[in-house]
């Protein structure tokens, strides 16, 4: 069974441009998080999404923003890009017919913005 | 807010002893309490779950406590291997639907 699958894995971008990343989850997994690593902050949660509707967001500025396709592919987009946007962005999938299923990771996008 | 502490944030054991990681949570409302594995250019894996209605759960190596009275849980890996070393993760969930709040993490090193 694939796992959960991120593109790209790694992005260069320059301050003021936007950016969009894009998630596949797991077969049969209807929703899916997303969250910002980085050194400083660690895992942070973004938004989540099941069934094409926003259930969760966390507390980032209207720059971030994401949306879910009706076959639970995911994508997140951030618009004017800011330094401190640098980050891993990582994508998490479960079952979601319940609270809190177990959630499975892919290995990231890693943004860069110089 | 929400909050989850972790510590400690570095960890170096022997081959072969015990490690123990040790979180707490603010919010008495959260009932799911996942513990996931990072190594270096990967996701995070999840490795053991636990949910409040049980006090402790293992698997092979690895076993997880919650004190839901204190707000306290911990994952404890006994006879470490240097396949361990990683950085772990403790999570608290279960106020509103797959929305955790990480710890910041624990960096163990297992020396052969």
């Known amino acids: 069974k694939a796992g959960v699958t991120q593109t790209p894995r790694y992005l260069i971008k320059t301050r003021g441009q936007q950016v969009t990343l894009s998630c596949s989850p797991i077969?049969?997994?209807?929703?899916v998080s997303w969250y910002q690593q980085t050194p400083g902050q660690g895992l942070q949660f973004l938004f989540e999404?099941?069934?094409?509707?926003?259930?969760n967001k966390g507390n980032f500025p209207g720059r971030f923003s994401g949306r879910q396709f009706s076959n639970s592919r995911s994508e997140m987009n951030v618009s004017t890009l800011e330094l401190g946007d640098s980050a891993l962005y990582l994508c998490?999938?479960?079952?979601?017919?319940?609270?809190?299923?177990?959630?499975?990771f892919g290995d990231g996008t890693r943004l860069s913005i110089l | 807010g929400e909050n989850v502490e972790q510590h400690p944030s570095t960890l170096s054991v022997q081959e072969g002893d015990s490690a123990v990681i040790k979180c707490t949570y603010s919010d008495s409302a959260s009932n799911y309490f996942p513990w996931y594995k990072q190594e270096l250019g990967k996701g995070p894996q999840l490795i053991i779950d636990i949910r409040s209605n049980v006090g402790e759960k293992k698997d092979q190596r690895i076993a997880v406590t919650l004190n839901k009275t204190a707000k306290h849980f911990s994952l404890h890996i006994t006879e470490t291997q240097p396949e361990d070393s990683a950085v772990y993760f403790c999570a608290a969930g279960g106020t509103s639907y797959d929305k955790v709040i990480f710890g910041p993490g624990t960096s163990l090193s297992v020396i052969p």
């Open positions: 077969s049969g997994h209807r929703s």
């Open positions: 999404y099941f069934s094409e509707t926003q259930r």
């Open positions: 998490a999938s479960s079952f979601g017919g319940e609270s809190n299923q177990p959630q499975h």
